[in-house]
Antibody, heavy 121, light 109 residues
Framework: QVHLQESGPGLVKPSGTLSLTCAVSGVSISSRNWWSWVRQSPGRGLEWIGEIYHTGSLNYNPSFKSRVTVSVDKSTNQFSLNLTSVTAADTALYYCARARNDWYGGTFDYWGQGALVTVSS | FILTQPHSVSESPGKTVTISCTRSSGSIGDNYVQWYQQRPGSSPTTVIY?????LSGVPDRFSGSIDTSSNSASLTISGLKTEDEADYYC?????????FGGGTKLTVL
């Protein structure tokens, strides 16, 4: 049974860095899947942020590219998100998700429960 | 590009409803479309992938299609049940981005 679980601070100060980790269980993060971050907010709906493959290959949403880093830790079967220079507009529910395939357009077949991050002083 | 969905649709139990998803630029047929169901308080789940495929466990009441003439995709749910009441999102991609539609709230009344 594949399970994804997000963790990280629920409150980040403006101009600070949002950091989240996704713990993956039930499957190796080195499997033939891409691992993504997606966020959801009332004003912006669902937004794909970026993804990583276990080899280290990356794809980022151009809207976030200057601020985002996604990394993978195969030893702990986890992957992470760092988003810098955050503002109130980055307040959202952040999901980690698995893409079903090892090619770019695969559907997200497993999602975490989401981690609410609020940007506020 | 943008994926445009109706904000809301409603239909009665047992009836059939279709939710549209129109791509603003680029051909709908060039990249697969996925459809996700999101019930209140839950994470999205895939109901249709690769335009018209159902993941294991998804009832065959759910079907997907694309129409290149209108550059749109559609999700059709037949034999509506109250449990189908949820938000539905389409999603597709191009070479640089993966994009979600704004979501459609389905009310079954």
């Amino acid at each position: 049974q594949v399970h994804l679980q997000e963790s990280g601070p629920g409150l980040v100060k403006p101009s600070g860095t949002l950091s989240l980790t996704c713990a993956v269980s039930g499957v190796s993060i080195s499997s033939r899947n891409w691992w993504s971050w997606v966020r959801q907010s009332p004003g912006r709906g669902l937004e794909w942020i970026g993804e990583i493959y276990h080899t280290g290959s990356l794809n980022y949403n151009p809207s976030f590219k200057s601020r985002v880093t996604v990394s993978v830790d195969k030893s702990t079967n986890q992957f992470s998100l760092n988003l810098t220079s955050v503002t109130a507009a980055d307040t959202a529910l952040y999901y980690c998700a698995r893409a079903r395939n090892d090619w770019y357009g695969g559907t997200f077949d497993y999602w975490g429960q989401g981690a609410l991050v609020t940007v506020s002083s | 590009f943008i994926l445009t969905q109706p904000h809301s649709v409603s239909e009665s139990p047992g009836k059939t409803v279709t939710i549209s998803c129109t791509r603003s630029s680029g051909s709908i047929g060039d990249n697969y479309v996925q459809w996700y169901q999101q019930r209140p308080g839950s994470s999205p789940t895939t109901v249709i992938y690769e335009d018209d495929q159902r993941l294991s466990g998804v009832p065959d009441r759910f079907s997907g299609s694309i129409d290149t003439s209108s550059n749109s995709a559609s999700l059709t749910i037949s034999g509506l049940k109250t449990e189908d009441e949820a938000d539905y999102y389409c999603q597709s991609y191009d070479t640089t981005n993966k994009v979600f539609g704004g979501g459609t709230k389905l009310t079954v009344l």
